[in-house]
């Protein structure tokens, strides 16, 4: 069974700090997406990668930035946390090829004050 | 106009009725296309993956895509209270490379 876990289930910070949102995956999957889910606009993509080192905008990466040092991790970094920034965040990774099946973590609900 | 859209719900079924779910998509080069679900408070599951014309059926499900109405729809047989989900559309299309673009979701409650 592919396994993919977030660092944190439920996180509070306040405006202004750096927040790291870290992702795990242990079916060396090459694909990992980061996305924000709020009520009535869906799952958006906030940035995905390729390969490690590699990373792509999605369509809202604005205020956000990422890493991936590794293969199995990738982790979402907020800059400046901001109350707009208060969402569900999941964590997804998908096998290179075939059709996209993606594979998600359990979310992280950050709450920013 | 939204790339991938879905009726938000809620969809109310008894139990034991077929539930419909439809999604509409924009980008008529999209290749593949999925239905997740999502039980409250969870992460989305991989239930159904289309990839041509025609009907898919697993179980009590069955995904149905019309490409040239640019349609795509799940139906649950025998609907049951635990059924009750967020069930999302996705779509790959192929608009600036390769990208998964996720419906709003469907909001199904099946009344026991």
């Known amino acids: 069974d592919v396994k993919v876990t977030q660092s944190s289930r439920y996180l509070v910070k306040r405006t202004g700090e750096k927040v790291f949102l870290e992702c795990v995956q242990d079916?060396?999957?090459?694909?990992m997406f980061w996305y924000r889910q709020d009520p009535g606009l869906g799952l958006r993509l906030i940035y995905f990668?390729?390969?490690?080192?590699?990373?792509e905008k999605g369509d809202i990466p604005e205020g956000y930035s990422v890493s991936r040092e590794k293969k199995e991790r990738f982790s979402l970094i907020l800059e400046s946390a901001s109350t707009n920034q208060t969402s569900m965040y999941l964590c997804?990774?998908?096998?290179?090829?075939?059709?996209?099946?993606?594979?998600f973590g359990p979310g992280t609900r950050l709450t920013v004050l | 106009q939204k790339e991938v859209e879905q009726n938000s719900g809620p969809l109310s079924v008894p139990e034991g009725a077929i539930a419909s779910l439809n999604c509409t998509y924009s980008?008529?080069?999209?290749?593949?296309f999925f239905w997740y679900r999502q039980y409250s408070g969870k992460s989305p599951e991989l239930i159904m993956s289309?990839?041509?014309?025609g009907d898919k059926e697993d179980g009590r499900f069955t995904a149905q895509l019309n490409k040239a109405s640019q349609y795509v729809s799940l139906l649950i047989r025998d609907s049951q209270p635990s059924d009750s989900a967020t069930y999302l559309c996705?779509?790959?299309?192929?608009?600036?490379?390769?990208?998964?673009?996720f419906g709003a979701g469907t909001r199904l409650f099946v009344k026991a």
């Open positions: 997804a990774s998908s096998p290179r090829g075939g059709p996209d099946t993606q594979y």
């Open positions: 079916m060396d999957h090459e694909n």
């Open positions: 990668s390729y390969d490690v080192k590699m990373k």
């Open positions: 980008d008529r080069g999209s290749q593949s």
């Open positions: 289309i990839y041509s014309n």
């Open positions: 996705a779509v790959l299309t192929n608009t600036g490379g390769f990208k998964t673009i």
